[in-house]
């Protein structure tokens, strides 16, 4: 039995399926598919729908290894070739269609596998448009075209509006269900979304029964535009998963409503078979348009992490956490650029007190730890944004944001009593103190002024005695 594990999405298990269930997977899926389309179908307007199992056969190729295609290819074509059977289609053309659903996918899956993208990713934008351009837009003219065939000699319908019908249904088809498969998009508990989601699901289905009306000629015209900033909504704030959702949702809406009596662009001037064309062709264009748009968002986020993260790890000294020499330099910078009249800030240097003792004693890995709880002192006794680095071994340096004499001198003091705590490690037990120079970064004094300032009134602090804190005379600012 197939078990799958929380942190698993049901397309991610589709990887670790034997042959036999791939096999089953794809007659029941594709059937049940094949089937909801065929009861949304509504002759009076010539469909108004969408081939779900073209999405869905293209991304089973994509997502599963080439061994196992043949699996896949067979179930589809038990699947349709049975299904148009049981509906009493003549051998010719169903023989016609079950090839050219077989034909097209294969196709489509293997130019976007020869093209580089070999699991059928989203992801970046050059992904999205190998899908796109090979997979919805070029796969489905094979398809349409052995199809519409079949629909001739069987049907009598004539062989481009056969065709065309072919190739936009299988085209929508592909760009309305695989990426939901693709994206491995997860059934969340409606509980569970965000409160922008709720809100978003709830206009999305409350306005469609007034956009999927006949108001008139006008209006028909106008309104299923509307869809298109719900696309981008989901495209720019809920990912490609959302957006996938959300095509997937706007496109059966639109066929439940076509089914109900519904008639896209109805006018005088213009034959509701080709309203329904033009629906879907909105549908397309609208939905091309939303991922790409997610897909640049997507790459954009992730370009943005990326550099916070790099930008980081060049700022964070390694051992403690705190930011390194470059950390504090572009936060003194930043610091010095916003400065405010009414805003003075503080810049103290911490010096350890007979730290070197320690290493000697106790090995550097000893050091290292006294180094950490250090830091993490230093963390509790300074306020939100006031900042704490390490510049040497043992010497630190914070920068108070904002404050006047008395509060630099209890946060200085709040210092000096958490450093006279024994520090107790897997070493043992060792005993320090820290000495402190404190400098009052004045309007118009340079970072490197300020440091030096800082740096005099710690020699001084050393040479009284340490464990001490003092201020750098107002004379050698």
Not at 189 to 209: M, V
Not at 280 to 298: D, F, N
Not at 346 to 375: M, W
Request: glycine share 8%.
């Amino acid at each position: 039995m197939l078990k799958i594990s929380p942190q698993e999405s049901a397309t991610e298990s589709l990887l670790r399926l034997s042959n036999g269930h791939v096999l089953l997977i794809s007659i029941l899926a594709y059937g049940l598919l094949a089937q909801l389309a065929m009861f949304l179908n509504t002759p009076d307007t010539n469909g108004g729908t969408f081939w779900p199992g073209a999405g869905l056969s293209l991304a089973l190729l994509l997502m599963l290894p080439t061994r196992q295609w043949v699996f896949i290819i067979l179930g589809i074509a038990v699947s349709e070739f049975a299904g148009n059977s049981i509906r009493g289609y003549a051998a010719f053309g169903n023989s016609l269609w079950t090839l050219g659903n077989c034909l097209e996918p294969l196709l489509g899956a293997t130019l976007i596998r020869r093209a580089g993208n070999h699991n059928g990713e989203l992801v970046p934008t050059k992904n999205l448009l190998l899908f796109i351009g090979l997979g919805a837009l070029l796969a489905p003219m094979l398809g349409a075209t052995i199809g519409a065939i079949g629909t001739t000699q069987t049907l009598d319908v004539p062989y481009f509006q056969s065709w065309s019908k072919f190739y936009v249904g299988d085209a929508l088809g592909v760009l309305v269900f695989a990426p939901v498969l693709l994206s491995r998009a997860q059934l969340v508990p409606f509980k569970r979304w965000t409160r922008e989601q709720q809100i978003y699901a709830a206009l999305l289905i409350g306005l469609s029964p007034v956009i999927l009306h006949n108001w008139g000629p006008l209006l028909d015209l106008l309104l299923p535009y509307c869809y298109l900033p719900f696309m981008l909504w989901a495209a720019l704030r809920f990912g490609l998963r959302g957006t996938a959702f959300t095509v997937l949702t706007i496109a059966y809406l639109v066929t439940t409503a076509t089914l109900f009596g519904y008639t896209p662009f109805k006018s005088n001037f213009l034959p509701e078979v080709h309203g329904v064309t033009m629906m879907q062709i909105r549908l397309l264009i609208g939905s091309m348009t939303a991922y790409v748009v997610a897909s640049l968002t997507s790459e954009l986020l992730r370009g943005i992490s990326t550099q916070k993260r790099l930008m980081h790890q060049a700022h964070q000294d390694e051992l403690t956490g705190l930011f390194n020499r470059a950390g504090l330099n572009f936060r003194l910078d930043n610091s010095a650029q916003r400065r405010e009249t009414d805003r003075t800030p503080h810049l103290l240097i911490c010096d350890l007190d007979s730290f070197k003792p320690i290493n000697d004693q106790f090995g550097h890995l000893a050091g290292d730890e006294v180094l950490i709880e250090v830091a993490n002192r230093l963390r509790s006794c300074i306020r939100d944004g006031d900042a704490a680095a390490r510049i040497g071994g043992d010497e630190f340096v914070i920068l108070l944001d904002s404050g006047n004499r008395a509060t630099v001198d209890a946060i200085s003091n709040r210092i000096l009593d958490q450093m006279a705590s024994p520090f107790v490690g897997r070493f043992g037990t060792a005993q320090l103190s820290v000495s402190i120079g404190i400098c009052r970064w004045q309007n118009g004094m340079s970072i490197e002024s300020a440091m030096r300032a800082a740096d005099d009134a710690l020699y001084q602090a050393k040479h009284a005695g340490k464990n001490q804190s003092m201020w750098a005379l107002e004379s050698a600012l």
